[in-house]
């Protein structure tokens, strides 16, 4: 079998990082033939020479030519891992281009599904879930009927502040908000959208496109233990569920491999010798009110979940630089999204000017109100 050639889209961040020890821990499965960093070149160049990956599959800077990565000659696979919704149009270049996807970017979807899926869908191109969850459900999918699907689960572990009351969280620090229960090395946006919940309200909306399921059908259960890391529901009540340790080389090498599989010599989950109990409960919304957006934005479709995206975005980044309290994060995006007037099917043009004109607004407000 020839190795899988693969681009990585933000190579020098935590998903990136662990792509590249799992390339690492399967040479003979595995090539890297592009990389790129948004500000750590010094770290790229690094990567390029321990992984031999030639100047002309190089990326580096704000302005990096994504596009021309993505859609490399000798690719087999696009890495999607940059931050934010900046990978949408590298993204559709990939898929367009007929290059599978592994999606770790949960933000181009949520923003641009339907042009996205509908790439896909046009060139045959695949896209993996590099999404703890989504790859959890992804794997439960394998050989069931869509008409037997009747709901998905995704887990929550419900982030630093599961058992805060909501006075404790108007108080909450950058630092408290930044720690995350059971995964510690992701990145600050994405522990952010823990700790409010965001997170679980974007992978909503990412699993509608993913699975082409409506919003109703996806549920959210809080599982603290982050043992479970999904599950899903089929039509006679029958319920399966994927297991692994919290690390993200499991759903990464799932992606990177599909359908083949790999040991990568990693801790494995033992059933025998786990000690914790699993725990399973309903999210509180009133505490965590990021869930509801998720409905609407998903509900009413159009240009709205990419606002609620961009908002948050925005917003995370005043509470991280201690411009907005903590509860203000989830407040501001609902007020941008009430004051955005929603197009419906939009076009990737239109869907660029809503996520500008949502930070715009969202900065408007901060200076305002909070
Ligand atoms: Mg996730």
Known sequence: MDAKRIVILGATGSIGTQTLDV???????????????????????EQAAAFGVLSSGLACGENADLVSLATLPEADVVVVSVAGAIGIRATLAALEAGKDVALATKEVLVAAGSLITAAAKASGAKILPIDSEHSAIFQCLQ?????????????????????????QMAK????????????????????????????KALEMIEACWLFDMPIERVGVVVHPQSVVHSLVELVD??????????????PIEC?????????????????LTQKTPLTFEAPDETRFPALALARRAAGIGGTLPA????????????????????????????????????????????????????????????????
């Open 307 to 370: 606002v609620m995206n961009a908002a948050n975005e925005a917003a995370v980044g005043f509470f991280l630089d201690e411009k907005i309290s903590f509860p203000a994060i989830v407040e501001l995006t609902a007020r941008v999204m009430d004051a955005h007037t929603v197009q419906p099917s939009p076009t990737l043009e239109q869907i660029m000017f809503a996520d500008d004109w949502a930070r715009g607004a969202a900065l408007r407000l901060m200076e305002n109100r909070y």
């Open 23 to 45: 390339v690492r821990r399967l040479p003979e499965r595995l090539r890297v033939v592009g990389l790129s960093a948004f500000r750590n070149e010094t770290l790229l160049r």
């Open 172 to 199: 909450a620090a950058v630092a408290d908000a930044l720690h995350h229960p059971t995964w510690p090395t992701m990145g600050r946006k994405i522990t952010v959208d823990s700790a409010t919940l965001m997170n």
């Open 143 to 167: 050989g069931q009927k869509p008409e037997h699907v009747g709901r998905l689960w995704l887990t929550a572990s419900g982030g630093p502040f599961r058992e805060w009351t909501t006075e």
């Open 255 to 271: 992606a990177l491999l599909y359908p083949e599989r790999a040991d990568l010599g990693i801790p494995k989950f033992d059933i």
């Open 237 to 250: 009540g029958s319920v399966l569920a994927q297991l692994g340790l919290p690390d993200m080389r499991g």
